[in-house]
C-alpha cells in the first residue's frame, strides 16, 4: 500500500525550530519529487515547498523562503522540513505529498498525500 | 504567481443533480497543467483530474474536468452523497504551484 506518514508536529513557540518527517512506503521514492503543503485551521491548501527526486531542483513559498529548508534521504525514504524563526501565520496542518509522474519533473499533480501533521506557533 | 479564483464559494444541490464548479486563472495555465482535489473534512486531499480532464485513478467517471488556458470546469453528473465536500482546483504550469481558495459542495 502506498503510504506518507508525517510526524514532528506539535505546539513550538514564535521564533523557535521544529523538524517534520515524512515516512514513505509502498513505492519507489526516489522516483519521485515529492512536496509539502499546508493548511491552515478552516482555510484553504498552500504549496510550501517541494523537492526533485535527487534533491536537484528545490523551491520554496515567498512566505517561507528563508526560514524553511526541504530536504530528503533516498536511502531512509524520507522527506524532511526544517521550519527555523516560526511565526504564528506558520500554524497549520502540514501535509506531505507525491507527484503523480516519476522522473524529472518536479511540479506535478500530487496524486498521495499523508494525513498531516499539525504545528501550532504560539506563546 | 498565478492566480485561481473558483466559483461559486458554495453550492448547494440535491443528491442528483448535475454539479459546474470553475476555476479562473490569472494568467494561462502552461500545458493545462490543471487539477482538481476533493477534500471531507478531517481528510486529507483526494486527486480527481489532473492534466485537466484525465482521471484520476479509482475516480468514478461521474466526475469530469476541462477547459484549457485561464478557464477551468469540474462537472459532476450526478451527485452521490459521498460527492459533498470541499473542491480545490491547483495549477502546476508554473512554479509557485497555487490552489484556488475552495468550493463547497453542500447538500441543499
Known amino acids: 500500500e502506498v503510504q506518507l506518514v508525517e510526524s514532528g508536529g506539535g505546539l513550538v513557540q514564535p521564533g523557535r525550530s521544529l523538524r517534520l518527517s515524512c515516512a514513505a512506503s509502498g513505492f519507489t521514492f526516489d522516483d519521485y519529487a515529492m512536496h509539502w503543503v499546508r493548511q491552515a485551521p478552516g482555510k484553504g491548501l498552500e504549496w510550501v515547498s517541494g523537492?526533485?527526486?535527487?534533491?536537484?531542483?528545490?523551491g520554496y513559498a515567498d512566505s517561507v523562503k528563508g526560514r524553511f529548508t526541504i530536504s530528503r534521504d533516498n536511502a531512509k525514504n524520507s522527506l524532511y522540513l526544517q521550519m527555523n524563526s516560526l511565526r504564528a501565520e506558520d500554524t497549520a496542518l502540514y501535509y506531505c505529498?507525491?507527484?503523480?509522474?516519476?522522473?524529472?519533473?518536479?511540479?506535478?499533480?500530487?496524486?498521495?498525500w499523508g494525513q498531516g501533521t499539525m504545528v501550532t506557533v504560539s506563546s | 504567481e498565478i492566480v485561481l479564483t473558483q466559483s461559486p464559494g458554495t453550492l448547494s444541490l440535491s443528491p442528483g443533480e448535475r454539479a459546474t464548479l470553475s476555476c479562473r486563472a490569472s494568467q494561462s495555465v502552461s500545458s493545462s497543467y490543471l487539477a482538481w482535489y476533493q477534500q471531507k473534512p478531517g481528510q486529507a486531499p483526494r486527486l480527481l483530474i489532473y492534466g485537466a480532464s484525465s482521471r484520476a485513478t479509482g475516480i468514478p467517471d461521474r466526475f469530469s474536468g476541462s477547459g484549457s488556458g485561464t478557464d477551468f470546469t469540474l462537472t459532476i453528473s450526478r451527485l452521490e452523497p459521498e460527492d459533498f465536500a470541499v473542491y480545490y482546483c491547483q495549477q502546476y504550469g508554473s512554479s509557485p504551484a497555487t490552489f484556488g481558495q475552495g468550493t463547497k459542495l453542500e447538500i441543499k
Open positions: 523537492i526533485s527526486w535527487n534533491s536537484g531542483s528545490i
Open positions: 505529498a507525491k507527484v503523480l509522474s516519476d522522473g524529472p519533473v518536479s511540479l506535478d499533480a500530487f496524486d498521495i
